[in-house]
């Protein structure tokens, strides 16, 4: 018998630690830049940090599913087997609006380059760093249990819209070391908040439509690396992202394929996710 209370709103919960955990290990990556430490110590505290989500989860675990197991837990957010069709649909998806918006960087660019890595080990490393430090660290928390957890009281789209918001909003430190002020700020915090909504709409459909994390993982390390390796100003460039998957997130919800946005095909889905 589990002694410990099980936590009467997990979400509320798990997003509160996520950035009471997220702040000094962000803090700690200023410190390192400011310290000037090698590149790589810099890189390293900046993946930690993604991780505060993981971090928070894993210590609330035990009260939001007591006598379960995290690893048994992560595990399952696995299991089903990858629809080629989702992983497919996704990638060309997102693939189409990088090469938009490098067509439209490229031909209003005046730099020698339209790409920020100049090497394709560069490209490898930046690859690899931003996976670890984004998607691999955020998404068993944000979409495997908070998205899910939403789910079980609200339809998709209105837990997307109510995850979409808190996961912007754990964003804030990093802001304001855009060095962005005034109204350049506001744009970019609109933009990105935008962008950020529309994309986590694109994770929930698809995700529920294949049920294995791997595909919000997809979707969001490739929304991080596109925009990163594009050589263009930061706010036309969310702008452009902002625009785009706005477009594609309403699309999704017009159509709402096989109803996984507000319908009932979820159903199934959210209870072998409880279990």
Known sequence: MNGEKKLKNPVTSFI???NIIFLPLFILVGVTRMLEFPAWVFDVMLC?????STFAFGVLFKRIYPG????????DRFRYKLKFSVILTVSMIQAFIFLVILFIVSNNSEADSIFTKTSWGMLVYFFFKNLL?????????????????????????KASIILGFWW?????PIWFTTGYVGIDLIKYMLFFMISIQSTTIIMTVFYNLNQNLIVPIIIHQFFNFFIGII????????????????????????????????GKKTQTFLMDNIT
């Open 68 to 75: 379960q197991s995290f690893i048994q837990f992560a595990k």
């Open 231 to 262: 050589n263009g100003n930061l706010i036309d460039l969310i702008m452009y992202n902002a625009l785009f998957y706005l477009v594609v997130a309403v699309l999704i919800i017009v159509i709402n394929p096989k109803k996984v946005l507000y």
């Open 168 to 172: 912007g909003i754990w964003h804030l």
């Open 48 to 52: 930690i940090s993604a991780w505060s």
């Open 16 to 18: 509160l630690l996520t």
């Open 133 to 157: 430090s984004g998607p691999l660290g955020e998404e068993i928390g944000w979409r495997g249990f908070a998205q899910i957890e939403l789910q079980k009281k609200h339809s998709p789209l």
